[in-house]
T-cell receptor, first 116, second 110 residues
Framework: AQSVTQLGSHVSVSEGALVLLRCNYS??????LFWYVQYPNQGLQLLLK??????LVKGINGFEAEFKKSETSFHLTKPSAHMSDAAEYFC??????????????FGKGTLLTVNP | SQTIHQWPATLVQPVGSPLSLECTVE??????LYWYRQAAGRGLQLLFY??????ISSEVPQNLSASRPQDRQFILSSKKLLLSDSGFYLC?????????FGSGTRLTVV
C-alpha cells in the first residue's frame, strides 16, 4: 500500500527566504507524485507532478520538486517566498489500482506561513 | 476544456437530517470520479470512487453513500447526518494519473 509522509505540519519562513516542504513516500510500484496547494475554503490546485522522465519538475508560481528514488522523496522548493505563497500544501502519490483507476493518497499537509 | 462543478459551497445541517452533495464534470467522457473528505488536522481521506455509471467503491465504512446516476454526475448522500460528518468535502475527476478537484463544500452539522 502506498503512503505519504509530510515532515512538519507547519512551516514558517520570512518573505524572500527559501521554501522547503518535505515529502517522503512509500510505493510498491514506480509512483506518480504530486504537489497540490489549497487556499482557505477552496479546492486543491495542482502545483506540479512527476510521472516519468526528468526528475526535476517545475510547476506554477515558481515552485519545483525533485524526485529522488533512492531517498523515496519528492521535496517541494521555491527560492524566494512571497506573501501570496501562504497556504496549505499537500503531497500525494498515485498508484494504478486496476483498469484506468488511479488512487491518490495524500499526506496530512503542511501549512506554510510567510512572515513580512 | 474540462471543468468540474460542486455545490453547494457551504451547508449547515442539523443532526439527523439528510444530505445530498452533487458534483458534475463537463468536457470529458467516462472520467473516474472521487469524493474526499478533509477534516481539521487530518488531511484528505478518500471516501468513494467510481470508474463508471452505477459503479461505486467505498474506501471506509461510514454514514455516507455515493451514487453515479450519469456518466458525469457523482452524488454524495446521507440519510441521517452525524456531528462527525462535519468537514470539507471535495469532488475530483481523473482520466489517468492526474486529478482535478472541485471547489469543495464546507459542511457543518449542528
Amino acid at each position: 500500500a502506498q503512503s505519504v509522509t509530510q515532515l512538519g505540519s507547519h512551516v514558517s519562513v520570512s518573505e524572500g527566504a527559501l521554501v522547503l516542504l518535505r515529502c517522503n513516500y512509500s510505493s510498491s510500484v514506480p509512483p506518480y507524485l504530486f504537489w497540490y496547494v489549497q487556499y482557505p475554503n477552496q479546492g486543491l490546485q495542482l502545483l506540479l507532478k512527476y510521472t516519468t522522465g526528468a526528475t526535476l519538475v517545475k510547476g506554477i508560481n515558481g515552485f519545483e520538486a525533485e524526485f529522488k528514488k533512492s531517498e523515496t522523496s519528492f521535496h517541494l522548493t521555491k527560492p524566494s517566498a512571497h506573501m501570496s505563497d501562504a497556504a496549505e500544501y499537500f503531497c500525494a502519490v498515485s498508484e494504478r489500482s486496476g483498469g484506468s483507476n488511479y488512487k491518490l493518497t495524500f499526506g496530512k499537509g503542511t501549512l506554510l506561513t510567510v512572515n513580512p | 476544456s474540462q471543468t468540474i462543478h460542486q455545490w453547494p459551497a457551504t451547508l449547515v445541517q442539523p443532526v439527523g437530517s439528510p444530505l445530498s452533495l452533487e458534483c458534475t464534470v463537463e468536457g470529458t467522457s467516462n472520467p473516474n470520479l472521487y469524493w474526499y473528505r478533509q477534516a481539521a488536522g487530518r488531511g484528505l481521506q478518500l471516501l468513494f470512487y467510481s470508474v463508471g455509471i452505477g459503479q461505486i467503491s467505498s474506501e471506509v465504512p461510514q454514514n455516507l453513500s455515493a451514487s453515479r446516476p450519469q456518466d458525469r454526475q457523482f452524488i454524495l448522500s446521507s440519510k441521517k447526518l452525524l456531528l462527525s460528518d462535519s468537514g470539507f468535502y471535495l469532488c475530483a475527476w481523473s482520466l489517468a494519473a492526474g486529478y482535478t478537484f472541485g471547489s469543495g463544500t464546507r459542511l457543518t452539522v449542528v
